[in-house]
């Protein structure tokens, strides 16, 4: 073993004994460090719970993990929807959607127009969906009464939650669909309410229903789709598909990730990576001061006992090493504690689950857990470690520069 192997050895096993020698204090920094951890498991991982419940139900209500549509459909199709249709079975899509990670490709067919019912009348924003794609895209969707468009139905359709509301229908009430055609026409067609839904989103259940591809074509007087939402097995695979389809597709077809439609989304992550760096750098400060005043106070009373040590020859390099060795073993054991007991905490809040009221541009109240995922528990793991090694700089730099003869003579 080599001499600098063999000194850090010596040094580390010192540290250990010096540390566990103090048991009241390092008890009182262990706990710090460990209620550190504990804090940024269970606060970070609600957050990451509740970011990846909105990610999926909003990949899963609406979007999809991929939209396909005509070059230009974003910026103008609102405007000439006509003019971005195009037919799925056409070119190199086919042989594009077939991949390992796609599990249901959905075309969609956007109109909008007026819902009648009586003598309420009222504007919404329509989408002709296949029932057979949706059962896997729409997971998230909320039955609120009634049932799903199936593959059976022709003249039916299923209300938003709000749009419903607002129109005064019930599931078993029939309804007058009115839009404009290409040419300038208005087209009318009568369906039967099968089903009430929400989604994540309310301002999307106030305006939003949804027919049957065949019947949104027969009200458009149009054939074809303006995209298709593209379903994968995860969402972690979404870059690699992107890249792909782009690809395989080239200029002939626009391929829109999620995230890029998903502005409400985009807007809260942000939010909520503000909050946890706040917390981080609360709990970082927590630590750093614990971890400091535990060590000059063992600075202080071992006062002696460096001096005797340095007058003994031991390097002053060597007492620097001591003490920060102590420091990162009271935050390495700190921070294993507290995450093993932060795990088994999230683990049982999951279990029970945290009532949760709708929150803004909600549909819906759900009950939210806590995620914890390995990057997590290393992230907090790696913070206390820092922050330790840190707080022990200062009071390790004291105890190595003290004055030998100063240092023997305190205590006597």
């Given at each position: 073993m080599s001499p600098w192997v063999q000194a850090f050895a010596t040094t580390a096993s010192t540290a250990g004994k010096?540390?566990?020698?103090?048991?009241?204090?390092?008890?009182?920094?262990?706990?710090?460090?460990?209620?550190?951890?504990?804090?940024?498991?269970?606060?970070?991982?609600?957050?990451d719970w509740n970011l990846r419940f909105g990610r999926e139900a909003t990949i899963h209500s609406q979007l999809g993990h991929i939209r396909i549509h005509l070059p230009g459909y974003l910026d103008e199709g609102h405007a000439r929807p006509h003019d971005f249709l195009f037919s799925p079975a056409g070119g190199q899509l086919p042989a594009a959607l077939r991949a390992e990670h796609i599990v249901a490709v959905a075309p969609r067919l956007s109109f909008n127009g007026l819902a009648s019912i009586g003598e309420q009348t009222l504007s919404f924003i329509g989408e002709g969906v296949d029932p057979a794609a949706e059962a896997t895209l729409s997971r998230s969707i909320r039955i609120e009464a009634g049932r799903a468009l199936s593959g059976d139905d022709d003249a039916a359709v299923m209300l938003g939650k709000g749009l419903a509301a607002n129109l005064g229908a019930r599931p078993g009430d029939r309804i007058v669909l009115m839009s404009s055609t290409r040419r300038g026409g208005v087209s009318a067609v009568e369906v039967d309410v099968v089903g009430i839904f929400s989604s994540i989103t309310k301002a999307y259940d106030d305006a939003a229903l949804r027919v049957p591809l065949s019947t949104a074509q027969r009200l458009a007087q149009a054939s074809g789709v303006h995209a298709l939402a593209v379903v994968l097995d995860e969402t972690a695979a979404t870059d690699a598909e992107l890249g792909r389809l782009r690809q395989a597709l080239g200029t002939q077809?626009?391929?829109?990730?999620?995230?890029?439609?998903?502005?409400?989304?985009?807007?809260?992550?942000?939010?909520?990576?503000?909050?946890?760096?706040?917390?981080?750098?609360?709990?970082?400060?927590i630590i750093v001061l614990s971890i400091s005043n535990s060590?000059?106070?063992?600075?202080?009373?071992?006062t002696r006992e460096i001096?005797?040590?340095?007058?003994?020859?031991?390097?002053?390099?060597?007492?620097?090493?001591?003490?920060?060795?102590?420091?990162?073993l009271v935050g390495l054991v700190g921070?294993?504690?507290?995450?093993?007991?932060?795990?088994?905490?999230a683990m049982a809040i999951s279990a029970v689950g945290i009532p949760m009221p709708p929150g803004p541009g909600m549909a819906f109240s759900f009950r939210a857990g806590i995620l914890v995922t390995p990057g997590a528990a290393l992230q907090a793991v790696a913070l206390a470690l820092g922050t330790t090694f840190l707080a022990s700089l200062y009071p390790a730099y004291r105890a190595s520069r003290m004055t030998i003869v100063d240092a023997l003579r305190t205590g006597t």
């Open positions: 010096s540390v566990f020698r103090q048991t009241r204090r390092t008890l009182m920094a262990l706990l710090a460090v460990a209620f550190g951890v504990i804090s940024l498991i269970l606060a970070g991982g609600f957050i077809f626009e391929t829109v990730p999620w995230y890029d439609l998903a502005d409400f989304y985009r807007k809260t992550a942000a939010l909520f990576s503000k909050q946890v760096a706040m917390v981080h750098l609360i709990i970082a400060a060590m000059m106070m063992a600075v202080l009373e071992r001096g005797t040590a340095m007058a003994l020859g031991v390097p002053r390099g060597r007492i620097l090493l001591n003490f920060l060795i102590e420091g990162l921070a294993v504690a507290g995450v093993v007991i932060g795990g088994a905490l």
